[in-house]
């Protein structure tokens, strides 16, 4: 087998559709995401912390000549431009305690709709927990329709891994991928968290990502895996 050489390089993360993996897990969301119209041309796509929201908007944006900008980046003066074009606006529970910025995102949603155009949100919650306080935001959130993004299978769960291995330009062994999908807790954070233990002990120790470094970080703290015991 090919020696595995472990860099200090930073993470590229691969955003096109060809590196998401699609499995029963996700399979909903992703066909929501490819279909050419949503009832009420909006859709909100939910999911856990790494599961993919990101990746998906991305693929859809690419496709549909969209853009993507992040609830929090809103600006009032920005919403007539913003709504030229299908837009996806991520991570939208993270502005409800900032009534500017759902006044901005309720007039954004308006206008690109009348514009004829198509509006992706996403939270990690389902859309009746993201409690925004403006009530006429928050009827239209849970009025658009809604897929989620299910908790990883083996496959997806090995396909993750495989992927957050890809973006730090690491190549481990089949059987250190299926130790960990066994082994590990099944969260997408989880996942990246591992993916990162394991490159620094590697990088710290000089050696390659095997089966017995994925035993070691798997029952180590993240203070251990920092000082190298």
Same mark, same amino acid.
């Given at each position: 087998?090919?020696?595995?050489?472990?860099? !200090?390089?930073?993470?590229?993360t691969a955003l096109g559709r060809e590196d998401f993996f699609v499995s029963p897990a996700n399979a909903l969301a992703v066909a929501m995401i490819s279909a050419t119209s949503w009832p009420g041309n909006k859709l909100v796509l939910t999911g856990p912390a790494g599961a993919g929201k990101t990746h998906l908007a991305h693929v859809w944006a690419a496709e549909t000549g969209g853009r993507i900008i992040q609830a929090a980046d809103l600006r009032y003066d920005d919403v007539p431009d913003l709504a030229r074009r299908p837009i996806a606006v991520e991570d939208v529970p993270m502005i409800a305690d900032d009534a500017d910025q759902q006044k901005t995102l309720f007039h954004l949603?308006?206008?690109?709709?009348? =514009?004829?155009?198509?509006l992706l949100m996403t939270g990690r919650l389902a859309p009746k927990f993201w409690e925004l306080p403006l009530a006429d935001l928050q009827s239209r959130v849970e009025g658009a329709h809604h897929v989620a993004l299910d908790p990883p299978d083996d496959a997806l769960l090995g396909a993750v891994l495989a992927k957050l291995f890809v973006d730090r330009q690491l190549n481990p062994g089949p059987e250190v991928i299926a130790y960990l999908v066994k082994h590990m807790d099944r969260r997408f954070e989880t996942a990246a968290d591992v993916v990162e233990q394991l490159?620094?002990?590697? *990088?710290? =120790?000089?050696? !390659? $990502?095997?089966?017995? *470094?994925?035993?070691?970080? *798997?029952?180590?703290?993240? !203070? =251990? $895996?920092?000082?190298?015991?």
């Amino acid at each position: 087998m090919a020696r595995q050489l472990s860099f !200090d390089l930073p993470a590229k993360t691969a955003l096109g559709r060809e590196d998401f993996f699609v499995s029963p897990a996700n399979a909903l969301a992703v066909a929501m995401i490819s279909a050419t119209s949503w009832p009420g041309n909006k859709l909100v796509l939910t999911g856990p912390a790494g599961a993919g929201k990101t990746h998906l908007a991305h693929v859809w944006a690419a496709e549909t000549g969209g853009r993507i900008i992040q609830a929090a980046d809103l600006r009032y003066d920005d919403v007539p431009d913003l709504a030229r074009r299908p837009i996806a606006v991520e991570d939208v529970p993270m502005i409800a305690d900032d009534a500017d910025q759902q006044k901005t995102l309720f007039h954004l949603h308006n206008l690109v709709l009348a =514009e004829g155009n198509a509006l992706l949100m996403t939270g990690r919650l389902a859309p009746k927990f993201w409690e925004l306080p403006l009530a006429d935001l928050q009827s239209r959130v849970e009025g658009a329709h809604h897929v989620a993004l299910d908790p990883p299978d083996d496959a997806l769960l090995g396909a993750v891994l495989a992927k957050l291995f890809v973006d730090r330009q690491l190549n481990p062994g089949p059987e250190v991928i299926a130790y960990l999908v066994k082994h590990m807790d099944r969260r997408f954070e989880t996942a990246a968290d591992v993916v990162e233990q394991l490159d620094q002990l590697a *990088l710290m =120790e000089k050696r !390659d $990502i095997t089966r017995s *470094l994925a035993v070691r970080v *798997l029952n180590m703290s993240p !203070d =251990e $895996i920092e000082s190298g015991d």
